[in-house]
């Protein structure tokens, strides 16, 4: 049996009790190493996935095997991975708290007629997901940074948007920033892992 368990944001008060009952009963642990760090008391096989990883290999390994997601599996994440190599009936899927939803409710923003785009290891067309729509959210990486965003935004002639960074999301170092366009142009800062977030008018 494989189960897919969503570990929120990354601070451990996140995450459901049931994602953790799934977690302790795992015979092998799987999971990017920063996530595994997490669970170095759990007493059982553990294997490190990174951009090479061979999953039919980690897959085809015996018993309880649970695979550790960030956030919300299934929003940008590994679930559309593993449903290639693994049948549905055998497969669980626990949910967790988006970094998104994370975001959101730090700015006390409502979800609804959000629009959610993926610049993490993938391009989308931004610019027109923010032309039509007031409200976005980014998954950002080393490429698509902040400061990227901003200036996509500026040359699209964009610059009334605010643009919200919250970094390392329920992190002791947790921080949320707000920016004009132009502010975070000239803001040096280099951000920690974070979602960007624009929105349009008194939002
Ligand atoms: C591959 S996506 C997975 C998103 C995940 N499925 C979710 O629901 O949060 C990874 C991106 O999520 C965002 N992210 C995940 N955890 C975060 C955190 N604790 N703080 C800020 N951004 C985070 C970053 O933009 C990161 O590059």
Redesign the pocket.
Known sequence: MVTIVGIG??NKKFITPYALEKIKKADVLVGGRRHLKEFEDVNCEKSVINASTDYQHILNKKGNIVIL?????S???ITEVILEYVDESQLEIVP?I???QYMCAKLKMTMNDLTVV?L?GRSEDLVKKVKENKKVVI???KAHTPQFIAALLKKANLQDRKIHV??????DNERIYSFTVEELLNCSKKFD???VVITCGNI
């Open positions: 944001p990354g997601a960030s956030g919300e599996p929003l940008y994440g967790g988006s970094s998104i993926s993490h998954f950002t990486d919250g970094e390392n999301l329920s992190y892992l974070n979602v």
